[in-house]
Every structure is written in structure tokens, then in C-alpha cells.
């Protein structure tokens, strides 16, 4: 009897542990499936010759306008999803498209280089970083469908600036379009601004200008 009763009590230790040690493998098993790694994000280069940045700036006697050039930059991808970025501007490139006459042009972007503006010569890049994208909602085709943020850099001066963007990610390309509002006083862009001088009458030049962006980048 006492040794039926030791075989019994064996018998359902063995049960119970392969019972427990079946949960456990099943358990482990699972948690392994139900967790995946996440995407890792993939850099599409921007191609600067395919690539556009339009300048316009704004005075109380008329407007200038012209372009830029990216010196670098690339677009993160993942999922076919952007996740971030970041850019290089090249400062020296700056050219005006709206003045016809060749000195005149000359001038001008001479003084936009000069510590009146840019201080090329100290600063001959300005970057911009992104650092969230948000989708919006219900975007129409061709319409903005990202709220970017992100930190742009000029004359070593760094804020956070906000903007919409159409962006598409498609076949191993990424392209990106946007219109950024800056406001140069906050970069230390003093020259005809009334936020630092007073009665300028019509030689105040507004603060902000617009950046046009065309981006183009490949996988």
C-alpha cells in the first residue's frame, strides 16, 4: 500500500513538471512571435543637382528673390514611412534671380554675404535636423501630409521651427516640398529690421522670408 502510494505521489510529480515546463516553452514561444524588432530606419540621399531651395524676401519698396543650394543631406526611411532627416545648406551659393543688371546683382548678393546678413565667410553652411514627423490626417493628394519639426542652424544660431510637407516615398525614392517661414531676427540677421532699429521708414526689410524646398533623394 505505502508503496503504491510512493508511485502514485512519482507519478504526479512527473505529470506536474511536464505540464509546467510545456506552459512555459508555449509561453516563451509566443512572446517571441508577438515581438518584433523594430524597422530600422533606412538613409535616401538627397541628389542636390535634382534638388531645389527658392529664396524670397520681402521690403517696404519692393521684394528680391533667388535660390540656394543643398550642399548634403538625406531623408530617413523606414516602412516607406519618412522618420527624420537632416541638410546642409551651402551658404556661398546664394544667387538672386529678380535683378537683371550684373552689378547691381553683385551687390546685393555681396551684401547678403557680409555681416549684414549670412557672415558667409564665418558661416558657410546653415543645417536643419529633423526631429519629429507627425502625418496629418486626411490629407488630399498632392497636399501637405506631414507636420515637421525640426532645429535649422544659421550663423551658429539654433531654433526650433514648424511646417507642413508634402512627402512620398516610393520605389527607392523620397521627395519632399514645403514652404518655410523664417524669421531672421531670431538668427541675429539685423540689417534694416525694426526689431532692432527704429524709424527705418522705407528702408525696413521684413523679418521673415520665405525657404521654397523641391527635395529630391534615392535609396
Known sequence: MKKTAILASFAAMFMFSAFTGTTAITTNAAATATTAAPAKAVAYKVEAAKSEVKWHAKKVTGEH??????KEGQILVSGNKPTGGSFVIDMNSITCSDIADKEYNGKLIGHLKNDDFFSVDKFPTSTFKITSLTPAKNAAAGKPN????????????????EFPATITVKNGAASAK???VVNRAKYDIRYGSKSFFDNLGDKAIDDNF?????IAAIK
Not at 528673390?65 to 543643398?70: E, T, V
Not at 520665405?210 to 523641391?214: F, G, H, K, V
Request: glycine share 10%; net charge positive; aromatic share 4%.
Open 210 to 214: 520665405t525657404l521654397s524646398l523641391a
Open 178 to 180: 514645403a514652404d518655410i
Open 65 to 70: 528673390m533667388g535660390a540656394i543650394k543643398l
Open 146 to 161: 506631414y507636420t515637421v519639426k525640426g532645429d535649422l542652424t544659421i550663423k551658429g544660431i539654433t531654433h526650433p521651427i
